[in-house]
């Protein structure tokens, strides 16, 4: 096996901060809502040009354009069902021939489950995996010569405090969540020879529109008497941990599960 590129890995012993280095594209699966949007936002805040990916065309399109908007920096919104591996493919292919440099990638696309046990289906299980973790190692494909050219590219999974904590209701997503934190060590295993960094991130509750449902039918403060810092996290805050995952301050992280829930799985309340 060839020794390792440590130049390409962006190794820096740097102390002025610097969360927009290296300046590549990123591509943001479920980009065009919750924390896919507010992580475009914090990238495309430090000058990193950004592709949202999402289901709806038109609704990645109109993100794309609220970012450039805000920020003043390069965004594109493509439509790419990941569940689809020729989409991701074709999607890929579309991305690359607008921006070219693409160094980043974070995995944010998901749904969640309800129906327990119970209600499951053949389809709701595939369906629910093939979002949430079998769209990641294809993604990490499809970009990987891309990944592999720029130096100190970086890819986020985005796993969740139910990787770690049982929940009866969606056993789906916490099988998916669960395999993320398990890939992301073999995939760094492997993509480390290559100077490429990943790890996940495991948000607690962060309000956002996969959230708002079950705010809207518990008791109001049902979350928050678990959660140390007694308040549901906002999706900028996922955003800037994901921007430093992503970044060269993080040269060293790979392999690791960043978890970022305000004090819940570690609460005994
Ligand atoms: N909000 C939370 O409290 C929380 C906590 C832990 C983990 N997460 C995870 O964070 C990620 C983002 O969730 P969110 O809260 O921003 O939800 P959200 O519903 O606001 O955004 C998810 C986006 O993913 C898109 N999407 C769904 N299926 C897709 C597919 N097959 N292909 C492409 N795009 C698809 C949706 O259209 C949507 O725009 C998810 O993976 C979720 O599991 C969220």
Same mark, same amino acid.
């Given at each position: 096996?060839?020794?390792?590129?440590?130049?390409?890995?962006?190794?820096?012993?740097? &102390?002025? @901060?610097?969360?927009?280095?290296?300046?590549?594209?990123?591509?943001?699966?479920?980009?065009?809502?919750?924390?896919?949007?507010?992580?475009?936002?914090?990238?495309?805040?430090?000058?990193?040009?950004?592709?949202?990916?999402?289901?709806?065309?038109?609704?990645?399109?109109?993100?794309?354009?609220?970012?450039?908007?805000?920020?003043?920096?390069?965004?594109?919104?493509?439509?790419?069902?990941?569940?689809?591996?020729?989409?991701?493919?074709?999607?890929?292919?579309?991305?690359?021939?607008?921006?070219?440099?693409?160094?980043? #990638?974070?995995?944010?696309?998901?749904?969640?489950?309800?129906?327990?046990?119970?209600?499951?289906?053949?389809?709701?299980?595939?369906?629910?995996?093939?979002?949430? &973790?079998?769209?990641?190692?294809?993604?990490?494909?499809?970009?990987? @010569?891309? #990944?592999?050219?720029?130096?100190?590219?970086?890819?986020?999974?985005?796993?969740?405090?139910?990787?770690? #904590?049982?929940?009866?209701?969606?056993?789906? /997503?916490?099988?998916?969540?669960?395999?993320?934190?398990?890939?992301? *060590?073999?995939?760094?295993?492997?993509?480390?020879?290559?100077?490429?960094?990943?790890?996940?991130?495991?948000?607690?509750?962060?309000?956002?529109?996969?959230?708002?449902?079950?705010?809207?039918?518990? @008791?109001?403060? /049902?979350?928050?008497?678990?959660? &140390?810092?007694?308040?549901?996290?906002?999706?900028?805050?996922?955003?800037?941990?994901?921007?430093?995952?992503?970044?060269?301050?993080?040269? /060293?992280?790979?392999?690791?599960?960043?978890?970022?829930?305000?004090?819940?799985?570690?609460?005994? *309340?």
């Amino acid at each position: 096996m060839p020794a390792p590129d440590r130049e390409s890995s962006n190794m820096t012993t740097e &102390l002025k @901060p610097d969360l927009g280095s290296p300046g590549t594209a990123v591509v943001i699966t479920g980009g065009a809502s919750g924390l896919g949007f507010a992580t475009a936002r914090a990238l495309a805040a430090v000058g990193r040009p950004v592709a949202l990916w999402d289901l709806d065309a038109t609704r990645a399109a109109d993100a794309a354009a609220r970012v450039t908007a805000e920020f003043g920096t390069r965004a594109i919104g493509l439509g790419v069902d990941v569940r689809d591996l020729a989409a991701i493919e074709a999607g890929a292919q579309a991305t690359l021939a607008q921006l070219p440099n693409v160094g980043g #990638l974070v995995h944010c696309a998901g749904i969640v489950d309800t129906d327990s046990l119970d209600g499951m289906t053949e389809e709701s299980w595939d369906s629910g995996i093939a979002v949430h &973790l079998r769209a990641l190692p294809f993604l990490i494909k499809a970009f990987l @010569p891309s #990944l592999k050219a720029q130096p100190g590219s970086a890819i986020v999974a985005t796993a969740s405090i139910n990787a770690t #904590l049982g929940n009866a209701v969606n056993p789906i /997503y916490s099988a998916g969540k669960g395999g993320i934190l398990s890939i992301v *060590r073999s995939l760094a295993d492997r993509l480390g020879r290559d100077g490429i960094r990943i790890n996940s991130i495991s948000p607690g509750q962060i309000l956002t529109p996969m959230l708002q449902p079950s705010v809207d039918a518990l @008791p109001q403060g /049902y979350f928050e008497k678990r959660i &140390l810092l007694e308040r549901l996290g906002a999706p900028e805050e996922i955003g800037r941990a994901v921007r430093f995952l992503l970044s060269d301050e993080a040269s /060293y992280i790979t392999a690791a599960e960043l978890v970022v829930d305000g004090g819940n799985i570690s609460s005994q *309340r």
